[in-house]
């Protein structure tokens, strides 16, 4: 893999441009959410494809550091020495998107040199986050943030960094726990 591209991984949770973030949710209707106050966080599966998580650790704790503040702000607890009520799985995925635009005026033809695109390269990432259920068996919930990946800026502060992260996280999780019948 070329530098750029790894570079571009490990900075790229970081360097969402928070203004287009879009965000979905997911949930099992008949699942009964008011018993839930302590997670556990599933480690993260080697062999899932895709992940740029994988491999990439202080990545990955950003990550978690936001999901447990944003839980922690909603009243839950991360389970110590005990069972947990849910699971926490986070996945993020880098897309590399051409988007191809006509620059041909109005009424011009395509014949000879009148042809006049231009290709524009843009990168999305997707940050998912599940909320897994206690035997592990299958997501009661899932958030979704996606996002154009813009090119990192190395001298930015580890907090600036941290608080970009936390501000997607908490999009995410806003509608965590759904209200439900």
């Known amino acids: 893999m070329k530098l750029g591209n790894i570079l571009l991984i490990l900075f790229a949770l970081f360097s969402f441009s928070c203004g287009s973030l879009k965000v979905d949710t997911d949930y099992d209707t008949k699942y ?8 556990a966080w599933l480690d993260i599966d080697e062999n899932e494809e895709g992940n ?25 607890k991360l389970a110590v020495n005990e069972e947990p009520d849910f699971y ?8 590399e998107i051409t988007d191809i635009v006509d620059n041909r005026p109005a009424g011009r033809g395509t014949r000879g040199n009148d042809l006049d695109f231009t290709e524009n390269f843009l990168r999305e990432g997707t940050l998912i986050i599940d909320i897994i259920a206690p ?20 001298y930015e502060k580890k907090e600036a960094k941290q608080q970009r992260v936390d501000h997607i996280v908490y999009q995410i999780l806003k509608e965590f726990p759904p209200e439900t019948d």
């Open 32 to 39: 009964d959410y008011a018993g839930l106050s302590k997670y």
């Open 52 to 76: 740029v998580l994988i491999g990439m650790p202080d990545v990955y704790e950003r990550a978690r550091i936001a999901v447990n503040r944003a839980l922690n702000e909603k009243g839950y």
């Open 88 to 95: 926490i799985d986070v996945y993020l995925g880098i897309e």
């Open 135 to 154: 035997d592990e068996t299958y997501v009661i919930w899932r958030g979704v943030g996606m996002d154009e990946v813009s090119d990192p800026d190395e």
